[in-house]
């Protein structure tokens, strides 16, 4: 009789590989966003004393996202890591945070997926110099072929859509377009080409781990018409087979754009 604890590790590919084939050739998302939390919560649960652990985990799980990816549909993938409100934890945490996310740049930047980095959120919000490694980084993937990853760091939904109504203001006050009128240049359009995501899809898949269910300002205007897939699971355990579970349930679903 095999150990009972050998069974998960045995069964495990098995079961990946039945649902790499009911996934095949169903209609699978072309942009996916993760809030990926629970990191401190799964540490604790762990053991760990420090919760730090979890964060350096959960840190690890980008890159691994993005290869599992590159068997799907996948062409964009944004990725939550650090938000605006985040920004008033204690120093010290908020402090290991920029060093952890920094290396998640790096290690985008510098891994074999190929990727291309774009930071999304506000930078200046950082330490300069975090800010600046971080955007040098990026940089070295402009010219890369493989899947595109949002990185939203210092991110807010609200204030990215403040942000582009301000600048679609601004661009239409640098024309010369009379105050009376300014109104008229705030469409549903202006906004969209100013957000921080432009030129690319709305995120077709939201995924949020750790049990939460809500968006917590995240991409409140791209994730207007986008299915959300919520997971008991924190994000430092979030396995390949929770990424194929979600797209399974996305290809089930009857998208309908609020009609």
Partial sequence: MPNVKLLPRLLYPLYEQRLLKEVAGLPQPKHIAVIVDGNRRWARAAG??????GHRIGAKKVAELVSWCKDTDVEVITVYLLSTENLS???????????????????LANGDTDCRVRLVGH???LPGDIAESMQREAAKTCD???????VAVGY????EI?????????????????LAKLADAITVESISTHLYTSGQPD???VIRTSGEQRLSGFLLWQAAYSEIWFTDTFWPAFRRIDLLRALRD??????????
């Avoid at 807010?156 to 204030?159: E, F, V």
């Fill in 144 to 150: 890369n072929d493989g899947i595109t990853v949002n």
């Fill in 203 to 205: 995120p077709d898949l």
């Fill in 156 to 159: 807010g939904g609200r204030q």
């Fill in 162 to 178: 403040v942000d582009a109504a301000r600048d679609v203001i601004r661009e239409a006050t640098a024309r010369g377009v009379e």
């Fill in 250 to 259: 996305y290809s089930k679903r009857s998208r309908r754009f609020g009609k």
């Fill in 48 to 53: 760990f004393a420090d919760v730090s652990h």
């Fill in 123 to 125: 930078l200046h919000l």
């Fill in 89 to 107: 934890r204690s120093s010290e945490e908020i402090e290991l945070l920029f060093e952890i996310i920094s290396g998640v740049v790096s290690e």
